[in-house]
T-cell receptor, first 112, second 117 residues
Framework: AQTVTQSQPEMSVQEAETVTLSCTYDTSESDYYLFWYKQPPSRQMILVIRQEAYKQQNATENRFSVNFQKAAKSFSLKISDSQLGDAAMYFCAYFNNNDMRFGAGTRLTVKP | GAVVSQHPSRVICKSGTSVKIECRSLDFQATTMFWYRQFPKQSLMLMATSNEGSKATYEQGVEKDKFLINHASLTLSTLTVTSAHPEDSSFYIC?????????????FGPGTRLTVL
C-alpha cells in the first residue's frame, strides 16, 4: 500500500520568511499525482499545488513551489514570503488510480 | 475551480438513529466521488470510493453495512451512517474527481460534523 510521510508535525516561520515542509512517499508506480493541500481552521481543504510524476519540472504557484525528487520519492513544499494567512494544517497527498493517501499533516504557524 | 457542497454541515443525532449526508458537485459532473473521515487533529482517512451507477469500493476496515454509499447521479453521492453510535462521531468530508483540465484533481466539500449522543 502506498504511504505518505510528513515528518514535521509542527513548523514555525517568521512573516515574510521562507519555510519548507517535507514529504516522502512510497510507491511502486511510475505515473501518479502528488498534491499539497491546506486546511485552515474552517476545515475546508484547499489545493495549494499539484505535480504530475511524469513531469520533471517542479510545479510553482506564485509563492508556493515544490521540490520533486522522483527517485528519492520526495515532494517538499516551499512557501516564500510567508503571510499570516498561510497559517494552517498542510497535507501532502498521493493519488493514483482512484487511490488517495494523505500524510499526517504539518501544522504551520506564522509569527508576525 | 469546481464547487462541491455538503449537506448538512453539522448534525447531532441520538445513538441508534441513521444519518444521511449529501455530497453534490454543483457545476460539473463527477463520475467518481470519495468519502473521507477525519478525527480531531488527525489526517483524512479514505473510507470509500463512490462511482456513479455502481457499488462503492470500501477501504479495508470500513463496514459496508454501517456506512451506506449511494451515487445515483453524476452530481450526487450520499453517505448514510446507519445505527450511529458515539464512536461514529467525526468530521466527514467528500470530494469529487474532476475531468478535462481538472483531470485527476479532487474538489473537496466543506465537510459535515457528526455528533452522536
Amino acid at each position: 500500500a502506498q504511504t505518505v510521510t510528513q515528518s514535521q508535525p509542527e513548523m514555525s516561520v517568521q512573516e515574510a520568511e521562507t519555510v519548507t515542509l517535507s514529504c516522502t512517499y512510497d510507491t511502486s508506480e511510475s505515473d501518479y499525482y502528488l498534491f499539497w493541500y491546506k486546511q485552515p481552521p474552517s476545515r475546508q481543504m484547499i489545493l495549494v499545488i499539484r505535480q504530475e510524476a511524469y513531469k520533471q519540472q517542479n510545479a510553482t504557484e506564485n509563492r508556493f513551489s515544490v521540490n520533486f525528487q522522483k527517485a528519492a520519492k520526495s515532494f517538499s513544499l516551499k512557501i516564500s514570503d510567508s503571510q499570516l494567512g498561510d497559517a494552517a494544517m498542510y497535507f501532502c497527498a498521493y493519488f493514483n488510480n482512484n487511490d488517495m493517501r494523505f500524510g499526517a499533516g504539518t501544522r504551520l504557524t506564522v509569527k508576525p | 475551480g469546481a464547487v462541491v457542497s455538503q449537506h448538512p454541515s453539522r448534525v447531532i443525532c441520538k445513538s441508534g438513529t441513521s444519518v444521511k449526508i449529501e455530497c453534490r458537485s454543483l457545476d460539473f459532473q463527477a463520475t467518481t466521488m470519495f468519502w473521507y473521515r477525519q478525527f480531531p487533529k488527525q489526517s483524512l482517512m479514505l473510507m470509500a470510493t463512490s462511482n456513479e451507477g455502481s457499488k462503492a469500493t470500501y477501504e479495508q476496515g470500513v463496514e459496508k453495512d454501517k456506512f451506506l454509499i449511494n451515487h445515483a447521479s453524476l452530481t450526487l453521492s450520499t453517505l448514510t451512517v446507519t445505527s450511529a453510535h458515539p464512536e461514529d462521531s467525526s468530521f466527514y468530508i467528500c470530494s469529487a474527481l474532476g475531468a478535462g483540465a481538472f483531470y485527476n484533481e479532487q474538489f473537496f466539500g466543506p465537510g459535515t460534523r457528526l455528533t452522536v449522543l
